[in-house]
């Protein structure tokens, strides 16, 4: 779990960031980095990887709820991503998706109360399913109402941001915390086949973290407020069945049909348009290319 955090420095923008050695937020501090913004992170590392740090930004090895201890308030805003962030883990370890999610979320909005600082949630398009399917859908479906209540009853500067199924560069290669394309790209290393779970008609939104790197930073650039959340999805989606075509396509692979799992949902999709007609974004389907470009050492 992790925060990351951008301050007010003269002319410099600043930010705090949650959740930043972990995957989206490494690629946000990375551009970040390089447009000269002043960062701050803090993250426990339970999932996030030193690796993913980059020089020129300040890393605190702290968890979520001890966000209270950053005093300096001269941030512009709290990127807020430190999540327990997969459906199949949730269900090992409910109670820290509750403690991660919840609790850690609200800890966020009492700091960002308290000093003045607008907040960017990353959302999670699960909320468009039964919050129930999972602790991991039912956590952040409550982290978007805390931040709603800070938001109506409280006055927090707070925006929901709501992620479809990123994927890109350091995406995690890891068969437990990894999405599709990371476990996958393992069992490539591995010579093994590619898990389809279920018939593999179930379809994604797979968006690439420089979209949603771009969405985060309108969002956070923009005075305009969204009453409900900012939807960062291609507008686009493919089935895992079409998904492993282009995997078979590039890599001449196997494929090994296993059990549906508890929380798969059929279909994620871009429910609405309101970051492109309002703040000019311009997401891209990469997912084909991406693909054709992976390379292993």
């Given at each position: 779990?992790?925060?990351?955090?951008?301050?007010?420095?003269?002319?410099?923008?600043?930010?705090?960031?949650?959740?930043?050695?972990?995957?989206?937020?490494?690629?946000?501090?990375?551009?970040?980095?390089?447009?000269?913004?002043?960062?701050?992170?803090?993250?426990?590392?339970?999932?996030?990887?030193?690796?993913?740090?980059?020089?020129?930004?300040?890393?605190?090895?702290?968890?979520i709820e001890d966000i209270m201890t950053i005093t300096d308030s001269d941030f512009d805003v709290c990127f807020h991503l430190a999540a327990q962030s997969r459906v199949q883990p949730s269900f090992d370890n409910p109670q820290e998706s509750v403690r991660v999610n919840v609790s850690g979320t609200t800890k966020v909005m009492e700091w960002a109360m308290m000093n003045n600082v607008k907040v960017i949630y990353a959302g999670s398009s699960s909320k468009h399913h039964d919050p129930s399917d999972s602790p991991y859908a039912m956590t952040k479906f409550l982290g978007?109402?805390?931040?709603?209540?800070?938001?109506?009853?409280?006055?927090?500067?707070?925006?929901?941001?709501?992620?479809?199924?990123?994927?890109?560069?350091?995406?995690?290669?890891?068969?437990?915390?990894?999405?599709?394309?990371?476990?996958?790209?393992?069992?490539?290393?591995?010579?093994?086949?590619?898990?389809?779970?279920?018939?593999?008609?179930?379809?994604?939104d797979f968006t690439h973290v420089d979209d949603i790197v771009d969405g985060l930073l309108k969002i956070s650039n923009t005075e305009i407020s969204h009453n409900d959340a900012w939807e960062i999805g291609t507008g686009v989606n493919y089935s895992i069945n079409q998904l492993f075509s282009m995997f078979n396509e590039k890599f001449k692979v196997d494929a090994e049909n296993i059990p549906d799992q508890r929380g798969n949902y059929r279909e994620t999709l871009r429910v609405n348009d309101d970051l492109i007609n309002l703040l000019g974004w311009e997401p891209r389907d990469r997912l084909k290319e991406y693909i054709s470009n992976l390379k292993f050492i």
């Open positions: 779990t992790s925060l990351f955090f951008l301050s007010k420095i003269s002319l410099i923008f600043s930010a705090v960031f949650t959740g930043s050695a972990g995957f989206i937020g490494s690629n946000l501090i990375k551009h970040l980095l390089n447009n000269g913004y002043i960062v701050v992170s803090l993250d426990d590392y339970s999932t996030g990887i030193k690796s993913n740090e980059f020089e020129g930004a300040q890393y605190l090895n702290k968890d978007e109402e805390i931040c709603k209540l800070y938001k109506k009853s409280f006055n927090v500067n707070v925006e929901v941001a709501r992620f479809y199924n990123v994927y890109g560069p350091l995406e995690p290669l890891d068969e437990k915390f990894g999405n599709v394309i990371g476990v996958w790209q393992v069992k490539i290393k591995k010579k093994l086949p590619l898990p389809i779970v279920g018939d593999g008609d179930q379809k994604r």
